[in-house]
């Protein structure tokens, strides 16, 4: 009982502490998601239907990315652009090294969905006098989109994990927060594990947000 209060106490001194590495946790998973997918999604689209010349970087970009891990990616990201003339904060280059994977994935996921599409479809859109970009808004990415949700969502999750990588090059995120409560209180198991409640939160956040999109485009 008074180790439960003890317990208690020492989360109510550390909320602040905790609350700002939360914020940190969703604002670098949030930035590189969004930025990611965005990145993903023109990627991916070129990737299936560019010329060899537009394809090439993009496939150098994705293959490179997708064989380099998230923590190389991120000291990368930290040290390299410094040297490059790019003054950056810590919390950018954590940023700039999750964008640059989830984008990689995404667009992945992108090109297999939509090259999952039959070839008829295009050609009736070009039969009925869309051009290829309303072929394309109206006809292939809502197709796509159905089969692209639950990958997304799995990728999106992964990177949420992934931030706490940060710490190592000084973010303040969740994880490190954490650390600096435990090194203090020496509550290791208790802070761990209120942790990773935290991270279940978000990851199950994203997991509502897309079921909740894969409702509103489900075929009736």
Known sequence: MYESQSWWHELWIARETLWEGFQTSVAVSLLAIVCGTLIGIVAGLVLTYGKFWMRAPFRLYVDLIRGTPV???VLACFYMAPALGWQISAFQAGALGLTLFCGSHVA???????????????????AIGLTFHQALGYVLLPQALRQILPTWVNSSTEIVKASTLLSVIGVAELLLSTQQVIARTFMTLEFYLFAGFLFFIINYSIELLGRHIEKRVALP
């Open 108 to 126: 992945e996921i992108v090109r297999g969905s939509m090259q999952a599409i039959p070839r008829g479809q295009m050609e009736a859109s070009k």
């Open 71 to 73: 923590f190389v990616l």
